[in-house]
């Protein structure tokens, strides 16, 4: 859904709102004084998404090693029926499920925020080392301080830590170019290099315990853990749609986003500080699946409006492809499980030559 799907809410002229027809494409909400305008394609994207992630979820929770029948299902999210069913419903798929939608999204979301700080489609928290600097301090605490509370915080610092290095490394903080681009990747190398050398240098029950974290994985993933990145999912989404305004102007160049009244250097932080919590919070459940970043916002604008920013739409679309990589990854070599992270990268990578292709298909053509 569009950030500009939902235009301020505005007081109607008494005997005057009905007279007003809404712009094309928007419909008029009105109740009593007050009226709002609702554009149509974003509303109707936001919903198929929406119905799409509660298909995937109920075949989530349907699927796997034991599977059940929808029917089974239902009754079991309402509490009732075989003892087994609630047992793998509520113990083991159901927290998967709300991890692999909490992280989705925020991965999503973040990536569409940076994208649009970057003005490069290319400009995901995992592409400009975002993601590997929380992965190298969340591994750094499993293999040096070994406390089941430090990852989420220590993710949260990685991540500030790389995004403050590659925005000073791109000439004080200038996010457009590949400039910008190439820093963060050289960030993300020295942090991955870091990982791994951290993972050398211990016993191999202590790797093993902190390779989740290397590739991705929705996995026995802490409660707490969850917890927060719910709580930080939750002030972050309506701090995003609140700055959603300023986020469709600044795609414009910079005299055009001051003159519409857009303070820059402010807005930009102000993102860039949100995009860098979300990604770490999001990285300190699941670790370092970059590539929803990039594919949830690219499935969001193909099916919305160019008019705006689609961050709910990004969002739900995240949500979406991680729903359906850990399914996927739970059934393509059952009993083996493969981790999410391999999964969106084999998908990812293809994605990502065909953004860097298709413009050349383009002017060729």
């Given at each position: 859904?569009?950030?500009?799907?939902?235009?301020?809410?505005?007081?109607?002229?008494?005997?005057?709102?009905?007279c007003?027809?809404?712009?094309?494409?928007?419909?008029?909400?009105?109740?009593?004084?007050?009226?709002?305008?609702?554009?149509?394609?974003a509303?109707?994207?936001?919903?198929?998404?929406?119905?799409a992630?509660?298909?995937?979820?109920?075949?989530?929770?349907?699927?796997?090693?034991e599977?059940?029948?929808?029917?089974?299902?239902?009754?079991?999210?309402?509490?009732?029926?075989?003892?087994?069913?609630?047992?793998?419903?509520?113990?083991?798929?159901?927290?998967?499920?709300?991890?692999?939608?909490l992280?989705?999204?925020?991965?999503?979301?973040?990536?569409?925020?940076?994208q649009?700080?970057?003005?490069?489609?290319?400009?995901?928290?995992?592409?400009?080392?975002?993601?590997?600097?929380?992965?190298?301090?969340?591994?750094?605490?499993?293999?040096?301080?070994g406390?089941?509370?430090?990852?989420?915080?220590?993710?949260?610092?990685?991540?500030?830590?790389?995004?403050?290095?590659?925005?000073?490394?791109a000439?004080?903080?200038?996010?457009?170019?590949?400039?910008?681009?190439?820093?963060?990747?050289?960030?993300?190398?020295?942090?991955?290099?870091?990982?791994?050398?951290?993972?050398?240098?211990?016993?191999?029950?202590?790797?093993?315990?902190?390779?989740?974290?290397t590739v991705?994985?929705?996995?026995?993933?802490?409660?707490?853990?969850?917890?927060?990145?719910a709580?930080?999912?939750?002030?972050?989404?309506?701090?995003?749609l609140?700055?959603?305004?300023?986020?469709t102007?600044?795609?414009?160049?910079?005299?055009?986003?001051?003159g519409?009244?857009?303070?820059?250097k402010?807005?930009?932080?102000?993102?860039?500080?949100?995009?860098?919590l979300?990604?770490?919070?999001?990285?300190?459940?699941?670790?370092?699946?970059?590539?929803?970043?990039?594919?949830?916002?690219?499935?969001?604008?193909?099916?919305?409006?160019?008019?705006?920013?689609?961050?709910?739409?990004?969002?739900?679309?995240?949500?979406?492809?991680?729903?359906?990589?850990?399914?996927?990854?739970?059934?393509l070599?059952?009993?083996i499980?493969?981790?999410?992270?391999?999964?969106?990268?084999?998908?990812?990578?293809p994605?990502?030559?065909?953004?860097?292709?298709?413009p050349?298909?383009?002017?060729?053509?």
């Amino acid at each position: 859904m569009s950030d500009t799907s939902l235009a301020p809410v505005r007081r109607a002229m008494p005997g005057h709102a009905a007279c007003v027809s809404p712009p094309p494409g928007r419909w008029r909400l009105s109740t009593g004084r007050y009226s709002l305008l609702v554009e149509r394609r974003a509303l109707v994207v936001g919903l198929l998404l929406l119905a799409a992630l509660v298909a995937a979820s109920l075949a989530y929770l349907a699927l796997g090693s034991e599977r059940l029948a929808l029917g089974g299902v239902v009754r079991a999210l309402a509490g009732e029926g075989d003892p087994i069913a609630l047992f793998l419903i509520h113990e083991l798929r159901l927290p998967r499920l709300a991890a692999a939608w909490l992280t989705g999204a925020a991965f999503a979301l973040a990536g569409c925020l940076m994208q649009t700080l970057a003005r490069n489609r290319l400009a995901t928290p995992g592409i400009i080392g975002i993601d590997n600097g929380a992965t190298a301090f969340a591994v750094a605490s499993v293999v040096g301080l070994g406390v089941s509370l430090a990852p989420p915080a220590m993710a949260l610092a990685g991540g500030a830590t790389a995004a403050a290095i590659t925005f000073g490394l791109a000439s004080g903080g200038d996010t457009r170019g590949y400039r910008f681009i190439v820093a963060g990747i050289g960030i993300g190398a020295v942090f991955g290099a870091v990982t791994q050398l951290l993972l050398a240098r211990v016993d191999i029950d202590t790797a093993n315990a902190a390779y989740p974290w290397t590739v991705g994985s929705l996995n026995a993933r802490s409660g707490n853990a969850v917890a927060v990145l719910a709580t930080g999912f939750a002030a972050g989404l309506p701090l995003a749609l609140v700055l959603a305004r300023s986020l469709t102007l600044m795609r414009f160049s910079d005299a055009v986003s001051r003159g519409l009244g857009v303070r820059l250097k402010r807005r930009r932080w102000q993102v860039l500080t949100l995009s860098v919590l979300i990604t770490a919070l999001a990285v300190a459940v699941a670790g370092p699946v970059g590539m929803v970043g990039l594919i949830g916002p690219e499935i969001a604008r193909s099916l919305s409006s160019p008019r705006g920013v689609p961050l709910l739409a990004s969002a739900l679309a995240g949500a979406l492809v991680m729903v359906l990589a850990d399914l996927a990854g739970r059934l393509l070599l059952a009993p083996i499980e493969l981790p999410v992270g391999l999964v969106t990268a084999v998908v990812g990578g293809p994605w990502l030559l065909w953004i860097l292709i298709r413009p050349a298909c383009r002017s060729a053509s």
